[in-house]
């Protein structure tokens, strides 16, 4: 008998209408960069994560928005400081480390779940009677400050000797329609940055920490499958608001120090 809602055959968008090329993933070549400058903090500078990629949408039927871009989040975090002999403070995501969630958003904390609405996503407004073209780009490092002093001292005396950090990232390239919340992966990448510096408190302010071990980050894959969102990377909280700043000493019970928002 045919359509009879003829608009409704139209509307569908599916995978194999979307055109995903030049995709492209990297971590910026050379080392990360480290900053002595301040009596209170040593700040350190990865290399940029970037990646892109060129899309064409079909035509977009009345009544329907589709948002095209990235969203990312963190499978596992390791972020170690370490002073002296008296313990490390580490930065954690409870919910990560004990297992009850496979990832945590890593949205700039406004655009859930997109990690960024600038040139990490375009929307696209039906009705629209042509395929578009258009390309979206996103790009992300770690730029901290770690505390020379025990971060729970009331003492300004420099004691850190290592940090050590270790995270993991998948990023996906989603077409999602906001009218019907349809999602269509179309690209899955995973990346991982790794940090290890050697401190010697002892130094003058400029000289105390080196780099150690790798100083070139591995690339990152683009997977040939689609691998799923996990729920968690879709919502509230993000990474940012969820991890907590804990003090572990040698001796005693650990610390809260900072606690998620």
């Known amino acids: 008998m045919g359509c009879l809602q003829s608009v409704a055959c139209k509307a569908r968008v599916r995978r194999e209408h979307i055109v995903v090329s030049d995709v492209s993933a990297c971590i910026e070549p050379g080392a990360t960069a480290l900053e002595e400058t301040s009596p209170i903090v040593l700040r350190y500078r990865t290399p940029y994560f970037r990646a892109a990629a060129r899309v064409l949408m079909p035509p977009i039927p009345r009544r329907h928005t589709w948002v095209v871009g990235w969203i990312q989040a963190c499978n596992h975090m390791e972020f170690y400081n370490t002073y002296s002999d008296l313990g490390m403070s580490s930065w954690e995501l409870p919910d990560l480390r004990e297992g009850r969630v496979k990832a945590i958003s890593d949205s700039d904390g406004v655009s859930y779940p997109w990690y960024g609405n600038t040139t990490e996503t375009v929307t696209l407004i039906g009705p629209t009677n042509k395929v578009s073209r258009f390309s979206v780009s996103m790009n992300d490092n770690f730029y901290p400050s770690v505390t020379w002093a025990v971060p729970v001292s009331d003492s300004n005396v420099p004691l850190l000797t290592r940090i050590k950090r270790d995270q993991s990232f998948t990023t996906w390239l989603v077409a999602m329609n906001m009218t019907t ?75 809260v120090v900072i606690p998620p928002k």
Request: glycine letters at 4%.
């Open 181 to 255: 919340k349809e999602k269509i992966i179309l690209q899955t990448i995973k990346w991982r940055m790794r940090v290890d510096i050697e401190v010697d408190p002892m130094q003058l302010l400029g000289k105390r920490a080196r780099l150690v071990g790798r100083t070139q980050q591995e690339q990152p894959k683009i997977l040939s499958r689609m691998e799923p969102i996990p729920p968690n990377a879709l919502v509230k909280p993000n990474a940012n608001d969820a991890q907590v700043l804990m003090w572990r000493p040698k001796r005693g019970p650990p610390l």
